[in-house]
């Protein structure tokens, strides 16, 4: 066998197990987190959050890093691919859950949370449900 076609072989095969494995903790975080929150209730939300993302991508005062990872977190909504394709019950959305955890909990640490209050267009109590589901605690709480 060539030398290339192993190379690529052996590339292919990586992505491939870290596909497998990335589906696997989202099981896993999806399983661990399905328990204690409302699915349907942060589903309601999603309109408001997209808002978020745009207003806080859009807004100057915010770091420019910050502010790419939003546009990145935009475009990788918007693109029709996605790491775990829609169709795949739970798992389908459960990625772009995770996603949108990990870039607003990026943004909150380095915005801070006074700009996601600021662009929040929900109710306090939405912005409440999108904080706990990013982990998000106000630093009096942490332990």
């Known amino acids: 066998m060539p030398d290339w076609l192993v190379v690529v072989l052996s590339v292919l095969g990586g992505f491939i197990l870290l596909w497998l494995l990335l589906l696997i903790v989202l099981w896993v975080q999806q399983r661990r987190a399905g328990k204690d929150v409302d699915w349907r209730a942060i589903l309601r939300l999603v309109p408001d959050v997209v808002r ?49 955890a990990i870039v607003l909990r990026f943004a909150i640490r380095h915005a801070g949370m006074d700009a996601i209050e600021r662009h929040w267009p929900g109710s306090p109590a939405g912005l409440r449900s999108v904080l706990t589901l990013v982990g998000y605690r106000p630093s009096s709480d942490r332990a």
């Open 52 to 100: 978020l993302v745009k207003r806080l991508a859009s807004d100057p005062a915010v770091p420019r890093a910050t502010r790419w990872w939003l546009f990145g977190l935009l475009g990788y909504l918007l693109f029709p691919i996605d790491l775990v394709p829609d169709f795949i019950p739970v798992l389908g959305y459960a990625d772009d859950a995770i996603i949108v």
